[in-house]
């Protein structure tokens, strides 16, 4: 069942989204080339604990971290790991999320690490832009299926696959809500967008083959072929007043 939020709980959740975005401002501000991914989860934990929030993905499931960390190949869920050195030249998904409140925030980001391919460089942009494509079909009336399809529409055209097996979700008191939000599908098809939903919207893109598979540590998710795959992520609240972009902070990358 889809839990729609009132007026009153998506201005709680803009709290929980704030800290979620600022705590991803704090790790594209310290990730450089020679620290790991577990200082970079440091940096994330200790901003969201600052601020009198929990990390979500802290113990969620078992996940050891406050974030997901996947370089590279890595399409999601990777593991922060103290023997990881970031180097120049990767790119680096970071997914947080906080809880304040009551409610989550769930966002993720894929950021650049000094110069990296012009084909890299290119992937993070269309991935990008492949979510604001899908936030434009985010009005009532609309369905769950006409924004997996401009996501998909938007990677097609660039030449890169968008990945079927992870999707997005609605977010809530519940970090995983219904309904899933695939970044494909038909126009016209799916849960009907109403006001009150709080849907996290989150391409990930891949440059070859849309096909992934799970590491035997039972979270980190890679390519199939390791060609590179991107993360774009914002949790946003659908209203009688038009579209709340929850996670996203004034200084966006
Ligand atoms: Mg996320
Ligand atoms: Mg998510």
């Known amino acids: 069942m889809i839990e729609l939020k009132n007026s009153l709980q998506i201005e709680a959740m803009k709290d929980a989204g704030r800290i979620t975005g600022e705590a991803l401002l704090a790790a594209r501000d310290f990730l450089r080339p020679g620290i790991t991914t577990y200082e970079l989860d440091k940096v994330v934990h200790d901003y969201i604990v600052k601020c009198g929030a929990k990390p979500s993905f802290l113990g969620y499931g078992g996940f050891p971290a406050s974030a997901c960390i996947s370089i590279n190949d890595e399409v999601i869920h990777g593991i922060?790991?103290?023997?990881?050195?970031?180097?120049?030249?990767?790119?680096?998904?970071?997914?947080?999320?906080?809880?304040?409140?009551?409610?989550?925030?769930?966002?993720?980001?894929?950021?650049?690490?000094g110069k990296v391919s012009d084909e890299a460089t290119r992937l993070i942009q269309v991935t990008r832009d492949s979510f604001f494509a899908g936030l434009a079909q985010v009005k009532e009336g609309n369905r769950i299926g006409d924004i997996g399809a401009a996501v998909d529409a938007v990677a097609?055209?660039?030449?890169?696959?968008?990945?079927?097996?992870?999707?997005?979700?609605?977010?809530?008191?519940?970090?995983?809500?219904?309904?899933?939000?695939?970044?494909?599908?038909?126009?016209?098809?799916?849960?009907?967008?109403?006001?009150?939903?709080?849907?996290?919207?989150?391409?990930?893109?891949?440059?070859?083959?849309?096909?992934?598979y799970e590491l035997a540590n039972g979270w980190t998710v890679k390519t199939r072929d390791h060609k590179l795959s991107a993360h774009y992520e914002n949790t946003i609240a659908l209203t009688s007043n038009g579209v709340v972009n929850l996670t996203l902070i004034e200084e966006d990358f």
Do not use: C, Q, W
Not at 167 to 173: L, R
């Open 80 to 113: 922060p790991d103290k023997n990881h050195v970031i180097k120049e030249g990767d790119i680096v998904k970071v997914d947080v999320g906080a809880y304040y409140k009551g409610f989550h925030g769930d966002s993720a980001r894929t950021i650049a690490v």
């Open 156 to 212: 097609r055209s660039a030449g890169f696959s968008t990945v079927k097996k992870y999707v997005g979700h609605g977010v809530g008191a519940n970090l995983h809500e219904a309904p899933d939000v695939p970044n494909f599908g038909t126009p016209g098809r799916g849960p009907r967008l109403t006001a009150g939903m709080v849907i996290a919207i989150e391409p990930m893109i891949n440059v070859g083959t849309f096909e992934v």
